[in-house]
């Protein structure tokens, strides 16, 4: 168990629709990522939140959009959803927002759009 | 940019038997090197990393993993496989100066009795 937890395990919904995915850091982590899992694209990285800021971005969508609270949790949000969009999405988690802490990842969303 | 290049897409070992996990990397500099495993159905596991120093780097579940800057290489090796061991592996590099891990397509691990 790394400490990273992501709600929900699951997700079904159809095209078009927008859905809300969920995680939070490791106590005391600062920095979230976000990642999508595909089978054509593999691991790609999409955003980066360091303490409720908008640290790097990566491949992200206009469709999608991320934010950190103040309780250091973040959500990423996926609108107008696409077939293409169905992935493994995982969160991870460290201290520091540089490459030299490493990341810890939650267990994943898994989207399925229909 | 940084980018990782993983040559084998699926590797099958008997147990008990060595692996070896080939990753090589591009970036212009020494970066931060990783190799993560996700077992089926679960997020990525940190196996080790490579930062500074000792060229081979120790990691949890026996595995390690050695930096060849003239190779521009992080090889994976574990000197003798558990069938828990199948799952697929991750090598990601993280650039000194910047935040984000670029993966690998990753390499499947099946392990035969």
């Known amino acids: 168990d790394s400490g990273v937890t992501q709600t929900p395990k699951h997700l079904i919904t159809a095209t078009g629709q927008r859905v809300t995915l969920r995680c939070s850091p490791r106590s005391g982590d600062l920095s979230v990522y976000w990642y999508q899992q595909s089978l054509d694209q593999g691991l790609q990285f999409l955003i980066q939140?360091?303490?409720?800021?908008?640290?790097a971005k990566g491949n992200i969508l206009e469709r999608f959009s991320a934010q950190q609270f103040p309780d250091l949790h973040s959500e990423l949000n996926l609108s107008s959803l696409e077939l293409g969009d169905s992935a493994l999405y995982f969160c991870?988690?460290?201290?520091?927002?540089?490459?030299?802490?490493?990341?810890?990842f939650g267990p994943g969303t898994r989207l399925t759009v229909t | 940019a940084q980018s990782v290049t993983q040559p084998d897409i699926h590797i099958t070992v008997s147990e008990g038997a060595s692996l070896e996990l080939r990753c090589n990397y591009s970036?212009?500099?020494?970066?931060?090197l990783f190799w993560y495993v996700q077992s089926p159905g679960q997020g990525l596991q940190l196996l080790l990393k490579?930062?500074?120093?000792?060229?081979l780097v120790q990691g949890i579940k026996g595995f390690e993993a050695e930096f060849k800057r003239s190779q521009s290489s992080f090889n994976l090796r574990k000197p003798s496989v558990h069938w828990s061991d199948a799952a697929e592996y991750f090598c990601a590099v993280g650039p000194t100066n910047d935040y984000k891990l670029s993966f690998g397509a990753g390499t499947t691990v099946t392990v035969r009795a």
């Open positions: 970036y212009g500099a020494t970066p931060y």
């Open positions: 939140y360091y303490n409720g800021e908008e640290r």
């Open positions: 490579y930062f500074s120093g000792d060229t």
């Open positions: 991870a988690s460290s201290v520091s927002g540089l490459a030299d802490y490493e990341q810890y």
